[in-house]
């Protein structure tokens, strides 16, 4: 049967309605439609970028070191482990030791950090020392299970001398409850953490070749695998890897959900791009905004949805709520973990018209609530604006409606439900519901409060 090659116009068509990875495998495969694919906007649901791996949709791209001992050398269950994962996310030197992060930047690179920092360094005699005490401290505690001693006895009498006598027999006891086949593999591994010190010393080379392997994985597929030789750092693999994907392509890439990258460098071609609608799981995005912004095209903005999270106190009100992106979403989720009280005064500051607490480990009171709902009165919130709070007691909800109804002119009660006038025919809503009812699994609580404003009909 004779076939027709797809026109120049279908085929930008196809290829723009394609999965993006299915459309990158094709365009590797076939170099004729190479240059129209890159001219067709690539279509990316989700994103995320790292050091060494990049995530497009269901599939996960990552390069990493690979080690292949020599068939004579017992391969340490910690480096078995590694590899099974694709190898280790960092470079390592000749004596093995893992290499700081190269500061090297090359034309495309997003540096999302100050790089004028000295590099942690592993090699060094204080990490050689510590390392060597750590392995005496798990050999001690096997030699006690290995006697069959009372050992909480033995312990007991272990001598102490000094503040750091005392510290690392106090780790003894600690470790002398473990099993003896945790000890015996946290022994090996130490093990195997001296043996690039004695490389070192007696100028070894290790018992294994390295490699840099690339690996595909895609949910309900097998793994594809390439090693290649460590002829270049693993930074500059990754480069190699992010042109493929990304390089050369003439258009912005439109990316629906963007994951906040958690690394000190993006390694992406000249001329990368991204059209977002969403960013997911901000962390301190303070330290990293302009940077990133370098990547983000203008008409990003205002982002559909933006997830932030808050894991520490300092975190509120000084960094992240801050920035234009964030105040600028029309929904902003914020996951909070921080146990702080400050987050709700700290709403009442956001410009946002939509805002979800997914969670929070802090307990808020019903005049917290309360002081925001008068907010809102004070400030003539616009129509639109809905907040969502998880509520682990009713009897919160409860007293809130109360305050609002004795507390606020003309309210409107029901059972729970409480609406009062805002003027310019707008009425502010408070009521709760069951959470169950807003099929959301990241709402942990039982309830869920809803404050909006709504314009009377």
Same mark, same amino acid.
């Given at each position: 049967?004779?076939?027709?090659?797809?026109?120049?116009?279908? #085929?930008?068509?196809?290829?723009?309605?394609?999965?993006?990875?299915?459309?990158?495998?094709?365009?590797?495969?076939?170099?004729?439609?190479?240059?129209?694919?890159?001219?067709?906007?690539?279509?990316?649901?989700?994103?995320?970028?790292?050091?060494? /791996?990049?995530?497009?949709?269901?599939?996960?791209? $990552?390069?990493?070191?690979?080690?292949? $001992?020599?068939?004579?050398?017992?391969?340490?269950?910690?480096?078995?482990?590694?590899?099974?994962?694709?190898?280790?996310?960092?470079?390592?030197?000749?004596?093995? $030791?893992?290499?700081?992060?190269?500061?090297?930047?090359?034309?495309?690179?997003?540096?999302?950090?100050?790089?004028?920092?000295? *590099? #942690?360094?592993?090699?060094?005699?204080?990490?050689?020392?510590?390392?060597?005490?750590?392995?005496?401290? =798990?050999?001690?505690?096997?030699?006690?299970?290995?006697?069959?001693?009372?050992?909480?006895?033995?312990?007991?009498?272990?001598?102490?001398?000094?503040?750091? /006598?005392?510290?690392?027999?106090?780790?003894?006891?600690?470790?002398?409850? =473990?099993?003896?086949?945790?000890?015996?593999?946290?022994?090996?591994?130490?093990?195997?953490?001296? #043996?690039?010190?004695?490389?070192?010393?007696?100028? @070894? &080379? *290790?018992?294994?070749?390295?490699?840099?392997?690339?690996?595909?994985?895609?949910?309900?597929?097998?793994?594809?695998?390439?090693?290649?030789?460590?002829?270049?750092?693993?930074?500059?693999?990754?480069?190699?890897?992010? &042109?493929?994907?990304?390089?050369?392509?003439?258009?912005?890439?439109?990316?629906?959900?963007?994951?906040?990258?958690?690394?000190?460098?993006?390694?992406?071609?000249?001329?990368?791009?991204?059209?977002?609608?969403?960013?997911?799981?901000?962390?301190?995005?303070?330290?990293?905004?302009?940077?990133?912004?370098?990547?983000?095209?203008?008409?990003?903005? *205002?982002?559909?949805?933006? &997830?932030?999270?808050?894991? $520490?106190?300092?975190?509120?009100?000084?960094?992240?709520?801050?920035?234009?992106?964030?105040?600028?979403?029309?929904?902003?989720?914020?996951?909070?973990?921080?146990?702080?009280?400050?987050?709700? *005064?700290?709403?009442?500051? @956001?410009?946002?018209?939509?805002?979800?607490?997914?969670?929070?480990?802090?307990?808020?009171?019903? /005049? /917290?609530?309360?002081?925001?709902?008068?907010?809102?009165?004070?400030?003539?919130?616009?129509?639109?604006?809905?907040?969502?709070?998880?509520?682990?007691?009713?009897?919160?909800?409860?007293?809130? @409606?109360?305050?609002?109804? &004795?507390?606020?002119?003309?309210?409107?009660?029901?059972?729970?439900?409480?609406?009062?006038?805002?003027?310019?025919?707008?009425?502010?809503?408070?009521?709760?519901?069951?959470?169950?009812?807003?099929?959301?699994?990241?709402?942990?609580?039982?309830?869920?409060?809803?404050?909006?404003?709504?314009?009377?009909?």
């Amino acid at each position: 049967m004779k076939t027709q090659p797809l026109r120049y116009q279908s #085929l930008k068509v196809v290829l723009l309605y394609m999965e993006a990875n299915v459309r990158i495998k094709i365009s590797q495969r076939l170099p004729t439609i190479r240059s129209t694919e890159k001219a067709v906007p690539l279509r990316i649901r989700c994103l995320s970028l790292g050091s060494t /791996d990049t995530s497009i949709n269901d599939t996960k791209y $990552f390069v990493r070191v690979y080690r292949v $001992f020599q068939p004579d050398q017992v391969i340490p269950k910690r480096v078995e482990y590694q590899n099974k994962n694709g190898g280790v996310p960092y470079d390592l030197d000749n004596f093995g $030791f893992q290499a700081s992060e190269s500061n090297i930047l090359e034309a495309g690179d997003v540096a999302l950090i100050d790089l004028n920092g000295e *590099p #942690l360094r592993r090699d060094t005699d204080e990490v050689e020392e510590r390392v060597k005490q750590l392995l005496r401290d =798990y050999e001690t505690a096997l030699a006690l299970k290995n006697n069959s001693m009372d050992t909480e006895a033995a312990v007991e009498e272990l001598p102490e001398n000094n503040d750091q /006598d005392i510290a690392n027999n106090a780790r003894i006891r600690q470790l002398s409850s =473990y099993s003896i086949e945790r000890l015996k593999e946290s022994i090996a591994f130490y093990r195997h953490e001296l #043996l690039p010190f004695h490389y070192r010393r007696h100028n @070894l &080379t *290790p018992p294994y070749t390295c490699y840099i392997q690339l690996t595909v994985t895609t949910k309900g597929t097998e793994n594809h695998i390439q090693r290649y030789k460590y002829t270049k750092s693993l930074y500059e693999a990754a480069r190699q890897l992010n &042109t493929i994907l990304f390089g050369g392509r003439q258009c912005v890439i439109q990316v629906r959900d963007f994951t906040m990258p958690w690394c000190s460098i993006l390694r992406v071609p000249v001329g990368f791009k991204i059209r977002i609608k969403c960013i997911e799981k901000i962390l301190e995005m303070s330290f990293r905004y302009n940077p990133i912004l370098s990547i983000i095209d203008n008409s990003s903005f *205002p982002l559909d949805k933006v &997830t932030i999270s808050v894991i $520490f106190e300092a975190d509120l009100g000084v960094n992240d709520f801050h920035l234009p992106a964030i105040r600028s979403a029309k929904l902003l989720n914020i996951e909070d973990g921080s146990y702080a009280p400050g987050l709700l *005064p700290l709403l009442r500051t @956001l410009p946002n018209q939509t805002v979800i607490l997914i969670y929070s480990l802090a307990s808020f009171q019903a /005049d /917290d609530y309360f002081a925001l709902a008068r907010s809102w009165l004070n400030d003539k919130r616009s129509v639109g604006t809905c907040y969502l709070f998880p509520i682990q007691e009713e009897e919160t909800v409860k007293e809130l @409606l109360k305050l609002i109804k &004795t507390r606020m002119e003309n309210p409107k009660r029901t059972k729970r439900c409480v609406t009062v006038c805002m003027g310019h025919s707008n009425r502010l809503e408070v009521y709760y519901v069951p959470a169950k009812s807003h099929n959301n699994p990241e709402f942990g609580h039982k309830w869920v409060l809803t404050m909006r404003v709504v314009r009377v009909r």
